[in-house]
């Protein structure tokens, strides 16, 4: 049997279940750059966070190796929401896949703005971020806390009638708390998680090796982490419908796999692109080899079937 590999989301069909995920994959356009790289191996691609005016992000340095992993606080650096809609997306929108545009912003009016924005353009869907860790206002401030979170939600709704996605952060007490407030006010599907606070000491000076002191952490160093938490979130998304984008520390198709079993619809994946442009086309083959093996006809089989 030759399984299929489309996977459904609120309605956005996907060729597989495979995104690129924001911040990883810039605008789309320095993919085109990447030799032997195929828009057509991906799902979806999502763009780098977006605000309303043009970011300059944090001071340098920005990125940090660790363990399995990697810290960053680029501080959503972007163009701004209208160079995005009107010069970036016209020269992309071309590409064999599809585009999901990814939502900042410091106030709750400037996130229903930036959504307003994208509403009148291709992209796929709207995921609002508000769990970026590196920003001093907005992204984290709205995503620990439920009524700032329902708010956000609730504003960007009424801004556009795109698929929402609402990226959930993973710094806080109880993840089933926000995602149920967010799927209240709105949101169609839940993407988890984003970056752990993390930072990181140079021994000798004694300083801070990020100029913003604190980042995100990433890469499979998170994994264990990440999955437990996409489990907890199926917990109050699965009995609403409500398709979980899984991500944190992906690397190979077991771990696609693995998210999938503990509820997630989609995958994504980000930081392995920085070490492996061409991973995805990797991951999507070897989710396929799996279906296969386990003689399953699409990838929404193995949602939710953990066996506990
Ligand atoms: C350099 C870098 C930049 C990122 N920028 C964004 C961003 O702009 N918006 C966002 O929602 N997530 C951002 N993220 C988080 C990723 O999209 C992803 O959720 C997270 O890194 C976990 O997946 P991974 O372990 O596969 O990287 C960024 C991550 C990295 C490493």
Request: net charge neutral; glycine share 10%.
């Amino acid at each position: 049997m030759e399984p299929t590999l489309q996977v459904t989301l609120a309605g956005m069909t996907l060729a597989n279940p495979l995104m690129l995920l924001s911040g990883c994959a810039g605008f789309a356009e320095e993919l085109t750059r990447v030799e032997g790289f195929d828009f057509a191996s991906v799902g979806a691609i999502c763009l780098k966070g977006t605000t309303l005016n043009p970011k300059e992000g944090n001071p340098p340095p920005r990125v940090a190796e660790t363990p399995a992993g990697m810290l960053n606080a680029i501080g959503l650096q972007n163009p701004g929401a209208r160079h995005v809609v009107e010069t970036i997306l016209p020269r992309i929108q071309h590409l064999p896949t599809r585009f999901i545009a990814n939502i900042a912003g410091s106030t709750v009016d400037e996130y229903a703005e930036v959504a307003r924005l994208f509403d009148n353009s291709p992209v796929a869907a709207i995921e609002i971020n508000i769990s970026c860790p590196n920003v001093k206002e907005g992204g984290v401030a709205f995503g620990s806390d439920a009524i700032m979170a329902a708010r956000v939600v609730t504003a960007v709704r009424q801004a556009t009638t795109k698929p929402l996605i609402t990226k959930l952060s993973p710094n806080v007490t109880d993840i089933r708390v926000i995602a149920r407030a967010t799927i209240e006010s709105g949101t169609d599907i839940l993407s988890a998680v984003n970056t752990y606070m993390g930072m990181a000491v140079e021994w000798h000076s004694g300083r801070p090796i990020l100029g913003n002191v604190q980042g995100g952490l990433s890469g499979p160093a998170i994994k264990p982490a990440a999955l437990l938490q996409v489990w907890r979130v199926r917990e109050v998304a699965a009995p609403l419908g409500i398709p979980i984008i899984g991500q944190g520390g992906i690397a190979s198709a077991r771990d696609a796999v693995e998210f999938m079993l503990v509820g997630a619809s989609a995958v994504g994946v980000g930081t392995a692109l920085f070490h492996k442009p061409l991973i995805a086309g990797e991951i999507v083959a070897g989710i396929r080899e799996h279906l296969v093996t386990q003689g399953l006809d699409c990838p929404a089989r193995l949602t939710g079937t953990l066996k506990t």
